[in-house]
């Protein structure tokens, strides 16, 4: 069965995305330091406007600012209307944590609404012009820094030919490609779009040497070890830099990176994005909201269990067996929206007008709120806010053998909302191809994991259960 990519990848949202490396310090170094500096700027222009002076609480709230922004996001290759979304994105997010600590602290007393309210709006609107203004300069930056770096590929194959085209189409970019070697005969050669065949694998070093070649990009099967040792061997006497771009990139890595096992050097192929930091920033982050959430909605919760106990016979909370984390078996919890509790091995999903759902259940199943005894599923470590929906044991038994990948959305634990569900795949799945969509939706947000990602996430469905009606 084909696959089917998501539409608007998660790499839009959480701004992962791979990069060819531009040998470009200049202009990296003004785009860490661009929007910090910018954000902590406005905010003094806003004190002087406002008092004549730049007055000691707003300084240090720049410094504050300026460090929890530093480094700022490279935002030259994004276009113009998503750079414009993800400063105001960004800024959201930064403005409400400071809200939160200048309250929680006190500190906000110090402030003057006015300046406060002026610094919300002109902040974001001075990122977007500084943003704007640097695309401007930097084809001027480049002049500064000399002329391009040249580079060669090595091995016209299906890899060599997408790092090409990926160079071509990086905007100010310090790489000139100047074409490609390989010793298989021009009829069995892919064809290159922007460059040509240069020579053969011997005219190489020769050919380095003479163009003062700067990269070298290795293209070349991994079967082809002894002809790789070979050319390192004589590009020895050169001073290019020498990368490797095995042909197992080809596939489909899932949050691939490179390590270490007992000093031996390895690239990981399908590995959960929440290993070291990451997995303290993610359960950190479950963990203080799940507590937030669930106090703020306690009220909420007392109410639908009275109503589930007065509306039917049954037991207020269902409890079903889900894969969890490494596919090994949770109990799930959520508030019973149906007259049978159902978890056996054939377990027929819900359709609307399903004459099992009762009528407080259907209220529930339609604005979400079924799922809210999944928070404390979150506390207990076996689910996280954010993550690939689980499943029914039953269903993922017969999907496992129908989709390609299916199991690598246990790589993490399962959430109560996710990537697939925000983009309309939440609900009953009736066909196979909806099932394959939510999957690639799954693995799309494994390769792209990140906390900006999550809360995108979880801001939407928020929106999205206040209109969607997809769920029954």
Not at 95 to 116: D, M, N, P, Q, R
Not at 311 to 340: A, C, H, N, T, W
Not at 361 to 376: C, H, I, T, W
Request: glycine content about 6%.
């Amino acid at each position: 069965m084909a696959e089917v990519h998501p539409i608007f990848s998660a790499s839009t949202v959480s701004a992962r995305h791979a990069q060819v490396p531009l040998g470009n310090n200049m202009l990296s170094a003004v785009e860490a330091i661009l929007d910090p500096a910018v954000l902590a700027l406005s905010l003094w222009l806003v004190s002087a406007s406002v008092y004549g002076e730049l007055r000691p609480p707003y300084l240090i709230l720049a410094v504050i600012v300026f460090s929890i922004t530093f480094p700022g996001t490279s935002r030259l290759q994004s276009s113009v209307k998503l750079l414009i979304f993800n400063i105001l994105y960004s800024w959201f997010w930064v403005a409400l944590l400071l809200l939160f600590l200048g309250v929680a602290t006190g500190y906000i007393a110090e402030f003057s609404s006015h300046a406060l309210i002026t610094w919300l709006w002109a902040a974001p609107l001075s990122q977007i012009g500084a943003q704007l203004a640097l695309r401007s300069a930097a084809p001027y930056l480049l002049l500064l820094q000399g002329p391009p770096q040249r580079a060669i590929i090595v091995g016209m194959n299906e890899q060599g030919l997408a790092l090409a085209n990926r160079i071509h189409e990086t905007r100010y970019s310090k790489i000139a490609l100047s074409g490609f070697f390989d010793d298989r005969n021009p009829s069995r050669l892919h064809q290159a779009e922007h460059s040509s065949l240069l020579g053969r694998l011997r005219e190489l070093p020769e050919f380095v040497k003479e163009n003062r070649i700067q990269f070298i990009y290795l293209s070349l099967p991994m079967a082809s070890q002894p002809r790789i040792l070979h050319i390192l061997d004589e590009l020895k006497d050169t001073t290019a830099s020498i990368y490797f771009v095995p042909d197992m990139f080809i596939t489909d890595l899932i949050q691939g990176r490179s390590g270490a096992v007992c000093g031996t050097p390895v690239i990981s192929v399908c590995e959960s994005p929440f290993t070291g930091s990451n997995g303290i920033v993610k359960r950190a982050s479950d963990i203080i909201l799940s507590l937030i959430i669930l106090t703020l909605i306690a009220p909420l919760l007392l109410l639908i269990a009275i109503a589930i106990r007065l509306d039917s016979p049954g037991p207020i909370i269902f409890k079903q067996r889900r894969y969890g984390l490494d596919g090994e078996e949770i109990l799930v919890y959520k508030f019973r929206s149906m007259r049978v509790c159902e978890d056996g091995d054939n377990i027929r999903q819900a359709e609307k007008g399903d004459s099992r759902i009762t009528r407080i259940g259907a209220f529930l199943r339609k604005n979400s709120l079924d799922e809210l005894p999944q928070f404390v599923n979150v506390l207990q470590g076996r689910m996280s806010i954010v993550g690939p929906r689980p499943h029914a044991v039953a269903h993922n038994e017969i999907y496992r053998n129908l989709i390609k990948g299916y199991m690598i959305r246990h790589k993490v634990k399962p959430g109560i909302t996710g990537w697939a569900q925000v983009n309309g795949y939440r609900g009953e799945t009736r066909t196979l191809d909806k099932m394959q969509a939510r999957i690639d939706h799954d693995l799309d947000y494994l390769r792209n994991w990140s906390l900006r990602l999550d809360l995108h996430i979880i801001l939407k469905t928020v929106l999205i259960v206040l209109k969607d009606r997809a769920a029954y």
